[in-house]
């Protein structure tokens, strides 16, 4: 049964009231007896990790950590196929270490061995690991339409890099005339203009090597085009930027419609001025956007279909695999689903210390 969404007058009440409402979103997971969640994404085949700390960070006025952010965008991708699933299996979502790379190779002498190897070791946190040759991995990545980066700024702030069309920069692609790439960023903190072109050159600059590297492509100025996503929703504090990437997110992809953002750029627009692509960043609150997620969380329980195993470690510290497939959600168990999928236990694996996560 749908449950009635956080009041926003809820927004002005305690941290207390507030993470009530969050509650019963959060409460099968936390009274769950396992200690923590791996789930395995049908639409990509990446681990997704859902442990205490992720339960603890969704509560009001906790900052979210870097495995919570990539955690959170990745579940939302896995659920997003149901929505649309001709536009998903387009996306690819880096973790949040793909960026830190990228930065790190910004700062290095192009064409050294050590900027080569930046570049190369970036492309591994899109998560290809089946691809070992750096050329195959890059073409992989970049066939995509669109690439998902969350952006680690200022020391301890969370934003949004989405490259549209990277599949432009692939030689296939370059051979009766070259259209553009497009690098966006949106950020839920004001003025923080400085940072965000910063990371916009960071990324231009790893796909100008990645594919000069590894494809022998040359990328010229006018094939990657940088934009600020401008007056988009705004936190309210300095802990919630996490919960607002996953907002950001949705809505370009759901509320939002990528292509005519896209459109509006090519313009010659430099700004989002569009009204009706303006008003929908703004509205949400701290607590919906939390909520959001802790919904997201509820559904993947009821619907463990979105996911093609599921982990647990219990009490012992032995990783026990489940599974359920579409037809048993179909026939559904209500009950048990919602009190932590008990489902046939297919066969014991090692110990949870051999278990790694994204």
Same mark, same amino acid.
């Given at each position: 049964?749908?449950?009635?969404?956080? #009041?926003?007058?809820?927004?002005?009440?305690?941290?207390?009231?507030?993470?009530?409402?969050?509650?019963?979103?959060?409460?099968?997971?936390?009274?769950?007896?396992?200690?923590?969640?791996?789930?395995?994404?049908?639409?990509?085949?990446?681990? %997704?990790?859902?442990?205490? #700390?992720?339960?603890?960070?969704?509560?009001?006025?906790?900052?979210?950590?870097? /495995?919570?952010? *990539?955690?959170?965008?990745?579940?939302?991708?896995?659920?997003?196929?149901?929505?649309?699933?001709?536009?998903?299996?387009?996306?690819? %979502?880096?973790?949040?270490?793909?960026?830190?790379?990228?930065?790190?190779?910004?700062?290095? @002498?192009?064409?050294?061995?050590?900027?080569?190897?930046?570049?190369?070791?970036?492309?591994?946190?899109?998560?290809?690991?089946? #691809?070992?040759?750096?050329?195959?991995?890059?073409?992989?990545?970049?066939?995509?339409?669109?690439?998902?980066?969350?952006?680690?700024?200022?020391?301890?702030?969370?934003?949004?890099?989405?490259?549209?069309?990277?599949?432009?920069?692939?030689?296939?692609?370059?051979?009766?005339?070259?259209?553009?790439?497009?690098?966006?960023?949106?950020?839920?903190?004001?003025?923080?203009?400085?940072?965000?072109?910063?990371?916009?050159?960071?990324?231009?600059?790893?796909?100008?090597?990645?594919?000069?590297?590894?494809?022998?492509?040359?990328?010229?100025?006018?094939?990657?085009?940088?934009?600020? %996503? @401008?007056? *988009?929703?705004?936190?309210?504090?300095?802990?919630?930027?996490?919960?607002?990437?996953?907002?950001?997110?949705?809505?370009?992809?759901?509320?939002?419609?990528?292509?005519? %953002?896209?459109?509006?750029?090519?313009?010659?627009?430099?700004?989002?001025?569009? /009204?009706?692509?303006?008003?929908?960043?703004?509205?949400?609150?701290?607590?919906?956007?939390?909520? *959001?997620?802790?919904?997201?969380?509820?559904?993947?329980?009821?619907?463990?279909?979105?996911?093609?195993?599921?982990?647990?470690?219990?009490?012992?510290?032995?990783?026990?695999?489940?599974?359920?497939?579409?037809? /048993?959600?179909?026939?559904?168990?209500?009950?048990?689903?919602?009190?932590?999928?008990?489902?046939?236990?297919?066969?014991?694996?090692?110990?949870?210390?051999?278990?790694? *996560?994204?």
């Amino acid at each position: 049964m749908e449950t009635t969404p956080p #009041r926003s007058d809820l927004a002005n009440r305690s941290l207390k009231e507030q993470n009530s409402a969050l509650a019963y979103a959060l409460e099968p997971w936390i009274c769950s007896s396992k200690r923590s969640w791996e789930l395995t994404s049908a639409l990509t085949n990446i681990r %997704i990790s859902i442990d205490p #700390r992720t339960m603890r960070e969704l509560k009001m006025g906790v900052k979210w950590s870097g /495995e919570t952010v *990539t955690a959170v965008l990745d579940v939302w991708h896995s659920q997003f196929v149901t929505f649309n699933p001709g536009v998903a299996p387009r996306i690819r %979502i880096g973790n949040t270490y793909a960026f830190s790379e990228m930065v790190k190779a910004f700062g290095m @002498e192009p064409d050294s061995d050590e900027h080569k190897e930046a570049i190369k070791v970036a492309a591994t946190y899109f998560r290809f690991n089946a #691809r070992r040759e750096p050329a195959k991995r890059i073409t992989d990545i970049l066939e995509h339409e669109y690439l998902v980066i969350p952006l680690h700024v200022l020391g301890d702030h969370w934003s949004l890099a989405i490259v549209a069309d990277p599949f432009n920069l692939l030689p296939s692609n370059r051979v009766n005339g070259t259209r553009p790439t497009y690098i966006y960023t949106l950020d839920s903190l004001q003025n923080n203009g400085a940072s965000q072109n910063r990371a916009r050159r960071a990324i231009r600059s790893w796909l100008t090597f990645a594919v000069k590297y590894f494809l022998d492509v040359q990328i010229r100025g006018k094939d990657i085009k940088e934009f600020p %996503i @401008e007056d *988009t929703a705004v936190q309210p504090n300095g802990v919630d930027c996490g919960p607002y990437v996953h907002h950001h997110l949705d809505t370009f992809f759901q509320t939002g419609n990528p292509q005519k %953002i896209r459109e509006h750029f090519t313009s010659g627009a430099s700004t989002m001025i569009d /009204e009706d692509l303006v008003n929908m960043w703004r509205y949400p609150t701290a607590l919906q956007c939390r909520y *959001t997620v802790a919904q997201m969380l509820l559904c993947l329980q009821r619907n463990p279909s979105i996911a093609t195993w599921v982990f647990w470690r219990n009490g012992t510290g032995h990783v026990l695999r489940l599974t359920m497939g579409p037809e /048993e959600a179909a026939e559904g168990d209500a009950g048990n689903a919602s009190r932590g999928l008990v489902r046939r236990v297919v066969r014991s694996i090692v110990p949870a210390s051999t278990s790694g *996560t994204p």
